[in-house]
């Protein structure tokens, strides 16, 4: 019996350095289940500002035609206002840049 205590007691010994080995070698890390709670919030995120930006982009573009159009008038005044006379469509193209032109026409008809 004394024999079997020192061989316990190694058993045990080599059986902790195994143990502390393995923990050492293991990695900190997200699990798998708050990598997908991560991804579900950011996924809600996006679900609800991606509408909410494009109809913003929508209402830019709207607004920045809506001042090209005071542009081309102002441009159109100030012609009239020099010459003494009513413009007409080519010479309004000369005097403005041809998306300035398509933005105009598009909200005049």
């Known amino acids: ?4 205590w020192p061989l ?4 045990k010994k080599r059986i902790t350095k195994k143990f502390e080995s393995f ?3 293991t990695k900190k890390g997200f699990t798998l289940i708050e990598m997908m709670i991560v991804l579900l919030v950011i996924s809600i995120l996006v679900l609800l500002f991606i509408p909410n930006l494009s109809k913003q982009k929508d209402t830019v573009s709207d607004q920045g035609d809506k001042a ?7 441009q159109i005044e100030i012609y009239e206002i020099n010459h003494d006379k009513k413009i007409t469509d080519n010479e309004l193209q000369k005097l ?13 008809n």
């Open 96 to 108: 403005v840049t041809s998306e300035q032109y398509k933005i105009y026409k598009k909200y005049q």
């Open 1 to 4: 019996m004394i024999k079997k």
């Open 68 to 74: 090209v159009v005071k542009v081309v008038e102002s």
């Open 8 to 11: 316990e007691f190694e058993l």
């Open 23 to 25: 923990k050492k070698k």
